[in-house]
């Protein structure tokens, strides 16, 4: 069960990034999937897969987004990039976590 650490971390740092950008209303998908984590059934796996994908899209379009804006601004633009598509990356491969085997018996298809 400490697998479940690399989810939550990245449910976390996507917390983290929409209270930064000020989408304050948006923060209450990733508390609501912290909330879910304690219901022991199959598909709370499958959304909170679905879930790092997009939070790991969105990391990815956040780290293109601040490139454009820094070249054309002319600011270097290289350590601000590379933190967020590395969040990106550990938000995503944190979804292979769910395919563990202990993690499968602790979440039960049927309740």
Avoid: D
């Amino acid at each position: 069960m400490w697998r479940l650490i690399f989810p939550i971390l990245g449910a976390i740092l996507f917390a983290a990034h929409l209270y930064f950008w000020g989408s304050y209303f948006w923060l209450a998908v990733p508390v609501i999937l912290l909330i879910l984590l304690i219901i022991p059934f199959r598909p709370v796996c499958w959304l909170w897969q679905l879930s790092l994908i997009g939070f790991g899209i969105e990391w990815f379009i956040s780290a293109y987004n601040l490139y454009l804006r820094r070249i054309t601004s002319g600011m270097p633009f290289a350590l601000g990039v590379s933190i967020l598509i590395a969040c990106g990356l550990l938000t995503i491969l944190s979804s292979v976590v769910f395919y563990n085997g202990r993690i499968k018996e602790h979440y039960p298809l049927h309740v």
